[in-house]
Structures are given as structure tokens and as C-alpha cells.
């Protein structure tokens, strides 16, 4: 019996000359995939390839994680994931868990289904994305801003909070005169 393959594993099989490693990280697959059709930096192919390695990622959570924010069992499937052993009995309970929970996204994604992976939190929204940004391993906030269990774990990855409820701001660098 042929086992159905998930979205990213859909997305990887499109390219039939590249072997998938599901288990390395999916981004890190995605730059292998790159290298290995040799895509040059903002140009068309890399450009489709990572939308749709995106909208793969996306979908894979979706699939692996559910949709329904009113699916206490969706609610504590994710929170096994990320290591609570005895998740919340209500919606409330777990949507508070992960409202106050540091999580990269990718590193979500990328344990599916596998109970020996627990995903590492992190204690502040900074160190999320200091980890995200060394790793590579960012999530399109535009899945994340589509609604479901999804829109919970959502981030500021790029301008993280300051840890006081504030988030921190890049300066414009000031025109040079002559």
C-alpha cells in the first residue's frame, strides 16, 4: 500500500531529479534543492520554487497540526509536539500555553508525527528569532496570518519584543551629506 505523501513531500516529489531527506530541516532541503538546479538569487525559478515551497509549509502544518481553533484534540496534538505531556482539558487552556510559548515554526513542521521530536522552545520572543534567523528557518507569516490554530503561534521574527511588551525598532540610517 503506497502511503499518501504530505505537502512537502508533495513539493519535494515535483522535482523528480532531487532526493527528499524528510529528515533533515525542510528549509535546509529547500537550499539543497536550490544549489542543486543551480537557481541564481532573485530569479524566476527560485522565486516560484520558494512561493511554492512556502505554501508547502504552510499546508503541511495545517495538515500535520489542523485548522480548527475549536478542536481541543487539534489544541493538544501541537502541544504534545512541544513537549507539554499533559496538555490543557479546554481550548482556553491550551491557547494560553501557546500564546505564551516561544516556537519555531519550521521546527513544528519538520517534527510531524514523530513523538521522539519535541520541539525546543525558547524563553523570550528575541532568542525565537535570533535561533530563527541563524538557522534560516523563518515561517511566512502570511500562513500565520490566515486564521486557525496557525494564527496563535505567530511571531515577530524580524523586529522581535524587547521582553516588556514592546517591540524593538530598527533605526533608518541617516542620508550621508556632502
Given at each position: 500500500m503506497?502511503?499518501?505523501?504530505g505537502?512537502?513531500?508533495?513539493?519535494?516529489?515535483?522535482?523528480?531529479?532531487?532526493?527528499?531527506?524528510?529528515?533533515?530541516?525542510?528549509?535546509r532541503e529547500f537550499r539543497r534543492?536550490?544549489?542543486?538546479n543551480?537557481?541564481?538569487?532573485?530569479t524566476g525559478p527560485l522565486i516560484g520554487a520558494?512561493?511554492?515551497?512556502?505554501t508547502a509549509l504552510i499546508r503541511q502544518f495545517n495538515v500535520s497540526y489542523g485548522t480548527n481553533k475549536s478542536s481541543l484534540p487539534d489544541w493538544?496534538?501541537?502541544?504534545?509536539?512541544?513537549?507539554?505531556?499533559d496538555p490543557p482539558h479546554t481550548i482556553s487552556g491550551c491557547q494560553e500555553i501557546v500564546r505564551n510559548s516561544y516556537v519555531n515554526l519550521v521546527d513544528l513542521v519538520d517534527a510531524r508525527g514523530d513523538?521522539?521530536?519535541?520541539?525546543?522552545?525558547?524563553?523570550?520572543e528575541k532568542a525565537l528569532s535570533s535561533y530563527?534567523?541563524?538557522?534560516?528557518?523563518?515561517?511566512?507569516?502570511?500562513?500565520?496570518k490566515a486564521g486557525g490554530i496557525l494564527e496563535y503561534f505567530l511571531r515577530h521574527i524580524f523586529q522581535p519584543g524587547d521582553g516588556t511588551g514592546k517591540r524593538t525598532r530598527r533605526r533608518k540610517k541617516k542620508a550621508k551629506t556632502q
Open positions: 503506497e502511503r499518501d505523501l505537502p512537502l513531500e508533495d513539493f519535494f516529489a515535483s522535482y523528480a531529479a532531487f532526493t527528499y531527506n524528510p529528515s533533515a530541516p525542510s528549509t534543492l536550490a544549489k542543486a543551480q537557481w541564481e538569487p532573485k520558494n512561493k511554492a515551497f512556502k493538544q496534538g501541537v502541544l504534545r509536539q512541544m513537549g507539554v505531556s513523538p521522539t521530536k519535541i520541539v525546543r522552545t525558547f524563553p523570550t530563527s534567523k541563524r538557522t534560516k528557518k523563518i515561517f511566512p507569516k502570511e500562513g500565520a
